[in-house]
C-alpha cells in the first residue's frame, strides 16, 4: 500500500515535470511562468519585456512599465 | 528486483520523454552568458580543473548536444543515487542488526555466518527501496531548473563527483572529491558529506578525509581570491543567514508540494516575522531530528546531508539566494528518504 502511494506520487512528479520543463523552452515562456508566480518582483517584468521586444514592442513597453512602477513603489532595483 | 540496472534505464527512458521539449531547437534560455565565449577556446581552461566547463567544451566541439548532455549526466546522477541509497539502507540494516545481536551477548560462530547471508539477502531486497529513491530523485520537479538551466552544468557535474566521491573506492573518492571541488566552489562540503555516508568504513577510507581537507583549503584560499562576487551581498551577516533560510525553507516546501516554481523567486517582499523566525525554526527542526537518531536514524542522515549540501549558502555571502537549481545536491538527503519510506 505505503508502495502504491509512492509509485502514484513518482507519476504525479513525472507530469508535473514534464509541465513545468515546458517553460523552459523559451524565455518569452519562462518569464510568462515567473510572472504568474512572482508579480510583485519588478525584475520578472524587466526580463518579460526583454523577452517579448522582438514580437510585441507594445506588450515589452507595457512590461517594462510595470517593472518600473513596481521598482519605484518598493524603491528596489529594476534589473539583475 | 533483480535488475537495478534495466528499471534505471526504464527510469532514465521516462527522463528523456519528460525533458523531451528541451531536446530540440531550444537555444539559450535564461543564461548567464559569462561562460558561452570561453567555452570556444578549451586550451585556456586547462588550468583550472573544471569539468563542468570542459564538458561544456566539449558540447561546443562537437556542434550541440548542450541540453541532452545535462538530461543524461542527470542520468547518470540517478544511478549514483541507486548505488549510494543502497548502501546506506544496508548499512542502516546491518547497524540495527548488530545491535540487535550484541543485546543478547556475544554471537557464536553459526550465528555470525547467518547474519552475514542475511545481509546478502537483504542487499537484494534493498533494490527496490533504492530504486524508489533514485525515481525521486531523477522525477521531482525541483530538478528541472538544474537539468534544463545550462549554467546548472555545474551543479550537475560537481554533484555527479559528490556521488561518486561517496560511493567509489577510496583512491577514486579522493579524485572524484578534489575535482568536484574544483568543478563547483558548493562543492567544499564533499569533505563532511564523505565523513556522513563513509565515516563508519575502514581505516583506509579514513585516508581520504584529511586529504580532501588540505585539497579543500589550498583550493579555496586561491578560489575565494580570484572570485571576490562571493561576498558581495548587500545584507550583513546575521540578515543574509536569515534570508537564506526564508529561502531554504521555500524551497523545502517545493520539494513536499512541487507547485508555484519559478526562474526568480521574491526574496524582496518577505514579511519580517518569517525572516525573524526562519532560523529559529530551522534550529528547532535540526534539534528535533537530533533527538530521533537513534529510532530514525535514516531521517537524521537525509537531514543532514540536505544541511551540509545547502551549508555553502550561509558560508559564502554571494548577492543570491537559494534557487531552485542549488536544490541538486541536496535532492540527494531528500531522495534518500523517500527510499527509506519505501522499504517493506
Given at each position: 500500500?505505503?508502495?502504491?502511494?509512492?509509485?502514484l506520487l513518482l507519476a504525479v512528479w513525472l507530469v508535473l515535470?514534464?509541465?513545468?520543463?515546458?517553460?523552459?523552452?523559451?524565455?518569452?515562456?519562462?518569464?510568462?511562468?515567473?510572472?504568474?508566480?512572482?508579480p510583485c518582483l519588478p525584475r520578472v517584468h524587466a526580463n518579460l519585456s526583454l523577452a517579448l521586444r522582438p514580437i510585441d514592442p507594445i506588450a515589452s513597453s507595457r512590461e517594462l512599465a510595470t517593472a518600473k512602477a513596481i521598482a519605484e513603489e518598493h524603491q528596489c532595483v529594476v534589473l539583475r | 528486483m533483480r535488475r537495478p540496472a534495466?528499471?534505471?534505464?526504464?527510469?532514465?527512458?521516462?527522463?528523456l520523454s519528460a525533458y523531451g521539449p528541451i531536446l530540440h531547437g531550444v537555444g539559450l534560455i535564461y543564461e548567464d552568458t559569462h561562460w558561452w565565449s570561453e567555452i570556444w577556446t578549451p586550451v585556456t581552461l586547462a588550468p583550472t580543473w573544471?569539468?563542468?566547463?570542459?564538458?561544456?567544451?566539449?558540447?561546443?566541439?562537437?556542434?550541440?548536444?548542450?541540453?541532452?548532455?545535462?538530461?543524461?549526466?542527470?542520468?547518470l546522477n540517478g544511478w549514483l543515487v541507486f548505488v549510494l541509497v543502497r548502501r546506506l539502507l544496508l548499512r542502516e540494516w546491518s547497524a540495527r542488526r548488530w545491535r540487535a545481536a550484541m543485546g543478547l551477548g556475544l554471537p557464536a560462530a553459526e550465528d555470525l555466518t547467518e547474519m552475514l547471508h542475511d545481509q546478502a539477502a537483504e542487499g537484494e531486497r534493498m533494490a527496490l527501496p533504492a530504486l524508489i529513491a533514485c525515481a525521486a530523485f531523477l522525477l521531482h520537479p525541483i530538478q528541472t531548473e538544474a537539468v534544463a538551466y545550462l549554467s546548472s552544468r555545474w551543479e550537475l557535474v560537481s554533484t555527479s563527483l559528490l556521488l561518486l566521491a561517496c560511493v567509489a573506492p577510496w583512491p577514486l573518492a579522493l579524485i572524484a572529491g578534489v575535482l568536484a571541488m574544483t568543478t563547483k566552489a558548493s562543492a567544499m562540503v564533499v569533505v563532511l558529506?564523505?565523513?556522513?555516508?563513509r565515516g563508519d568504513s575502514v581505516w583506509g577510507d579514513l585516508l581520504v578525509f584529511p586529504a580532501l581537507l588540505v585539497s579543500a583549503m589550498t583550493l579555496y584560499a586561491d578560489r575565494f581570491g580570484r572570485l571576490p562576487y562571493?561576498?558581495?551581498?548587500?545584507?550583513?551577516?546575521?540578515?543574509?543567514?536569515?534570508r537564506q533560510a526564508v529561502a531554504i525553507w521555500r524551497m523545502l516546501a517545493l520539494v513536499v508540494v512541487p507547485w508555484g516554481q519559478t526562474v526568480d523567486h521574491d526574496w524582496i517582499n518577505v514579511p519580517g516575522w518569517a525572516v525573524a523566525l526562519a532560523i529559529p525554526a530551522l534550529l528547532g527542526s535540526i534539534v528535533e531530528v537530533y533527538r530521533r537518531r537513534q529510532t530514525h536514524p535514516l531521517l537524521w542522515l537525509s537531514a543532514c546531508w540536505i544541511?551540509?549540501?545547502l551549508a555553502p549558502r550561509f558560508v559564502?555571502?554571494?548577492?543570491e539566494f537559494v534557487s531552485e537549481h542549488h536544490m541538486y545536491a541536496p535532492m540527494v538527503g531528500v531522495a534518500l528518504l523517500v527510499g527509506s519510506w519505501g522499504r517493506s
Open positions: 500500500m505505503k508502495r502504491a502511494g509512492l509509485i515535470t514534464r509541465h513545468r520543463v515546458e517553460d523552459w523552452t523559451s524565455n518569452l515562456r519562462l518569464w510568462r511562468s515567473a510572472v504568474r508566480v512572482t | 534495466v528499471t534505471w534505464l526504464l527510469l532514465c527512458g521516462l527522463v573544471d569539468l563542468a566547463h570542459w564538458s561544456l567544451s566539449l558540447n561546443a566541439w562537437l556542434g550541440g548536444g548542450f541540453h541532452l548532455t545535462n538530461v543524461l549526466i542527470h542520468c558529506l564523505l565523513i556522513l555516508v562571493l561576498f558581495l551581498s548587500p545584507y550583513g551577516i546575521i540578515e543574509y543567514a536569515a544541511l551540509l549540501a559564502i555571502r554571494a548577492p
